[in-house]
């Protein structure tokens, strides 16, 4: 039995008019002049409303060569369920008003056999924005190729259980055909965040917020997890997204133990 995951945010974080929003898409993805390249095995992309966030992400969606990839696991936080794990998904396709997406069900069943994984209702499923932000753009890239996603709701996971999942999932990032889709947003800043970092010496508040978020996206282009958690403990910068960050930085650091030359491109 299918059991379908409707575009529960389409129409008010981005339009819910096919037409339009492909031609968005296209248009985004033009405008980024990126090349698509088969190194680039995973990507952090935001998921703000389209408004905020969907040109940006087309710098992350751009550089995906589709021809190579069969799956895609995509990876969220949660903004309104609370768990300490990693949850998977009951549907079988997640709907976008540009194509819908199957979801793997035979990787979701050995990621089940675990015993790590919850598995989320599906009203948690649709109440949550994180993944759901990158489905157009994955359905946009993806028409016409063989791909199946797999969905996976990060929660408010311990490090060591960061470690954990990341060992789990190390033998998918092995695996070429495979590609990482990971969502955050990064500094909240203001009063309503209850976070009000700023550093003077860069001037004006948002260079302030500018500096402290692009010294995290160094850090996580080292690939090292224990780093990037010295920057969240020092600076406590309010990304969103920071376990599935941290989850992926251990599943690649994995790979990087295997072969430094391994890597995958970010």
Same mark, same amino acid.
């Given at each position: #039995?299918?059991? #379908? +995951?409707?575009?529960s945010?389409?129409?008010?974080w981005y339009?819910?008019n096919?037409?339009?929003?492909? $031609? $968005?898409l296209?248009?985004?993805?033009?405008?980024?002049?990126?090349? /698509?390249?088969?190194?680039?095995?995973?990507?952090?992309?935001?998921?703000?409303g389209?408004?905020?966030?969907? +040109?940006?992400?087309?710098y992350?969606?751009?550089?995906?060569?589709?021809?190579?990839?069969?799956r895609?696991?995509?990876?969220?936080p949660?903004?309104?369920?609370y768990?300490?794990? !990693?949850?998977l998904?009951?549907?079988? =396709?997640?709907?976008?008003?540009?194509?819908?997406?199957? =979801?793997? %069900?035979e990787v979701?069943?050995e990621?089940k056999a675990?015993g790590?994984? $919850?598995v989320?209702? *599906?009203e948690v499923?649709?109440?949550e924005?994180?993944? @759901?932000?990158?489905?157009p753009?994955?359905a946009?890239?993806f028409?016409?190729?063989?791909v199946?996603?797999?969905? *996976?709701?990060? &929660?408010?996971?311990?490090?060591?259980?960061?470690?954990?999942?990341?060992?789990l999932?190390?033998?998918y990032v092995?695996?070429?055909?495979n590609?990482?889709?990971?969502s955050?947003?990064? !500094?909240?800043?203001?009063?309503r965040?209850?976070?009000?970092h700023?550093?003077?010496?860069?001037?004006?508040?948002?260079k302030?917020? $500018?500096a %402290?978020? +692009? #010294? &995290?996206?160094?850090i =996580?282009e080292?690939?090292d997890?224990?780093?990037? /958690?010295?920057?969240?403990?020092?600076?406590d910068?309010?990304?969103c997204g920071r376990h599935p960050?941290?989850?992926?930085?251990h599943n690649? @650091?994995e790979?990087?133990?295997?072969?430094k030359?391994?890597?995958?491109?970010?």
């Amino acid at each position: #039995m299918e059991i #379908m +995951r409707r575009a529960s945010h389409a129409g008010s974080w981005y339009t819910d008019n096919p037409k339009k929003l492909a $031609e $968005e898409l296209d248009g985004w993805l033009r405008a980024s002049g990126l090349a /698509k390249s088969p190194d680039i095995r995973g990507v952090i992309a935001p998921h703000a409303g389209y408004s905020y966030s969907g +040109r940006a992400a087309a710098y992350a969606f751009g550089n995906i060569d589709p021809s190579s990839i069969t799956r895609v696991f995509l990876l969220g936080p949660s903004h309104h369920y609370y768990t300490p794990k !990693c949850a998977l998904s009951g549907a079988t =396709i997640y709907k976008t008003p540009v194509g819908d997406l199957q =979801i793997d %069900l035979e990787v979701v069943k050995e990621l089940k056999a675990t015993g790590k994984f $919850e598995v989320m209702d *599906i009203e948690v499923d649709e109440a949550e924005h994180s993944m @759901e932000m990158h489905l157009p753009y994955l359905a946009k890239v993806f028409d016409g190729y063989p791909v199946k996603i797999v969905p *996976i709701l990060v &929660g408010a996971v311990k490090p060591e259980n960061e470690a954990m999942y990341g060992r789990l999932l190390a033998k998918y990032v092995d695996d070429p055909n495979n590609f990482f889709s990971v969502s955050s947003d990064f !500094c909240h800043w203001g009063s309503r965040f209850n976070y009000v970092h700023y550093d003077r010496k860069y001037g004006a508040i948002h260079k302030s917020i $500018e500096a %402290l978020d +692009r #010294m &995290g996206m160094d850090i =996580i282009e080292t690939g090292d997890p224990d780093a990037f /958690k010295r920057y969240l403990s020092e600076y406590d910068n309010t990304i969103c997204g920071r376990h599935p960050i941290s989850v992926f930085l251990h599943n690649a @650091e994995e790979l990087l133990n295997k072969d430094k030359d391994q890597f995958p491109s970010i």
